[in-house]
């Protein structure tokens, strides 16, 4: 129901834009968000944005580089990445969530739906 793209080799100080395009839910009812896995390190919240786009959180690591958006016409969330650098190498992955809290968006318990993921890989 949630397919990611994007993903790539990319240079440090380059940029990349996900794309997760959603099926076989009302899109528009739904809080969407970024997670990223490291290989060995834990699952980490990135970016997320309400149903109606007028909210959106960041990690502190992301802020000012990654802008997160959405089309509902189109149903695809979007993960702008700007300034990529290795810390960035992860695999993103998207995900849905209905009726989420303000405090609540950035928890992963929060989200129902979860994407395949798309492996970003920044080189130095």
């Known amino acids: 129901q949630l397919q990611a793209s994007g993903g790539g080799l990319v240079q440090t100080g380059g940029s990349l834009r996900l794309s997760c395009a959603a099926s076989?839910?009302?899109?528009?009812?739904?809080?969407m968000a970024w997670f990223r896995q490291a290989p060995g390190k834990e699952r980490e919240f990135v970016a997320a944005?309400?149903?109606?786009?007028?909210?959106?959180r960041y990690a502190d690591s992301v802020k000012g580089r990654f802008t997160v958006s959405r089309d509902n016409a189109k149903n695809t969330v979007y993960l702008q990445m700007n300034s990529l650098n290795s810390e960035d190498t992860a695999v993103y992955h998207c995900?849905?969530?209905?009726?989420?809290?303000?405090?609540?968006?950035?928890?992963?318990?929060?989200?129902?739906?979860w994407g395949q993921g798309t492996l970003v890989t920044v080189s130095s």
């Open positions: 944005i309400r149903p109606n786009a007028q909210t959106t």
């Open positions: 995900a849905a969530g209905a009726r989420i809290i303000l405090s609540e968006m950035g928890s992963s318990r929060a989200y129902t739906y």
């Open positions: 076989g839910l009302t899109f528009r009812e739904y809080h």
